[in-house]
């Protein structure tokens, strides 16, 4: 069963620092992009940082110079490295990948989406 499984969320004071992982399992053929969104209360989900298969990234403004997303391949993993946390940045964050993947004999591809992880930042 292929799926995407975050973890790292928590609850940081202003200023602190945070790392969200995300690895996607199953047999997996490749994947494509990988980025995280986030989703506060009453708002829209939003991106928040995405990476291609090449390591190409883009950022929310709101985040520029504070996150930082990475990936590693081989384990099929994506980051997102938070510093300077801001009560603003309190969402819960998902994961979402583009997956080729083993179905049986055949290849499918598809969007992905973890179940996310709350992040709240408060003093």
């Known amino acids: 069963q292929v799926q995407l499984v975050e973890s790292g969320g928590g609850l940081v004071q202003p200023g602190g620092s945070l790392r969200l992982s995300c690895a996607a399992s199953g047999i997996i053929f490749s994947i494509g992009s990988m980025g995280w969104y986030r989703q506060a209360p009453g708002k829209q989900r939003e991106l928040v940082a995405a990476?291609?298969?090449?390591?190409?990234?883009n950022y929310a403004d709101s985040v520029k110079g504070r996150f930082t997303i990475s990936r590693d391949n081989a384990k099929n993993t994506v980051y997102l490295q938070m510093n300077s946390l801001k009560p603003e940045d309190t969402a819960v964050y998902f994961c979402?990948?583009?997956?080729?993947?083993?179905?049986?004999?055949?290849?499918?591809?598809?969007?992905?989406w973890g179940q996310g992880t709350q992040v709240t930042v408060s003093s």
């Open positions: 979402n990948a583009d997956l080729t993947y083993y179905s049986g004999s055949y290849l499918r591809q598809r969007d992905y």
């Open positions: 990476i291609t298969s090449g390591g190409s990234t």
